[in-house]
């Protein structure tokens, strides 16, 4: 039995800590700072002079980034993204939009799709059969499952206290609870009462986590998270 140490973050609006030391890095989207929110020509411009040089100095030997509804640039650039960042390409930036790869023995998928009532952002569609078709596509066995939302009623991880209500993605729920999913990582909603969630769906056990690292002002308050995988 072999250990993968994992560091994850979410929800970085232009934030970019120092990392974990970790076989692998993960990132569950929302990116780029704030106010380029309605500008995607400077995302892209950020993306190559300051995001990717942060992404070189991170010390792991891979970083998986899945895109959340504020990354406008990812999703309008999607197709060229996921080509020249491509697990085959040997870049050690790894960017997964409704695809995945094995690495060091863990199954990864990663899905970027948020539920609407995020209007006018990037990667929403509504909670219903709209996100179910995107879902679908997530494989019946999975080690690691990259998303930008998280599950709906889920020990309060999508829980806003902004709102007063759970934000979290119903139809995502349904999806995990008919997969065999051994660890979830997504972010969307900020400020939450907990980061960590055990759920068991019948004899399946899913841990999840909420790695959404800024409040809703988009200052960081927390540090990523740290975890590891067992693989055989």
Wanted: hydrophobic residues 40%; negative net charge; contains cysteine.
């Amino acid at each position: 039995m072999t250990r993968v140490p994992i560091s994850a973050i979410a929800d970085l609006h232009g934030h970019l800590p120092q990392m974990p030391k970790a076989v692998l890095a993960v990132i569950c989207g929302d990116i780029f700072p704030g106010e380029m929110d309605k500008a995607p020509d400077a995302q892209g411009m950020w993306f190559r002079e300051v995001f990717l040089p942060w992404v070189d100095a991170i010390e792991s030997k891979r970083v998986v980034l899945v895109a959340g509804n504020h990354d406008h640039w990812i999703e309008r650039h999607n197709e060229e993204l996921l080509e020249e960042f491509a697990p085959s390409a040997g870049k050690k930036l790894v960017y997964l939009c409704d695809s995945g790869f094995e690495y060091e023995g863990i199954k990864i998928y990663g899905t970027p799709w948020v539920p609407i009532p995020f209007r006018n952002k990037a990667f929403s569609l509504c909670d219903n059969e709209e996100l179910r078709e995107k879902y679908s596509r997530i494989p019946q066995n999975v080690d690691l499952l990259l998303t930008h939302t998280v599950p709906y009623d889920c020990y309060e991880i999508g829980f806003s206290e902004k709102d007063q209500c759970d934000l979290g993605s119903k139809e995502l729920r349904k999806a995990v609870e008919k997969r065999a999913v051994r660890y979830l990582v997504g972010g969307h909603i900020h400020e939450t009462p907990e980061r960590i969630a055990h759920m068991d769906f019948g004899a399946r056990h899913t841990e999840m986590a909420n790695v959404a690292c800024c409040d809703n002002f988009k200052q960081p308050i927390r540090q990523p998270i740290r975890f590891s995988i067992n693989v055989e």
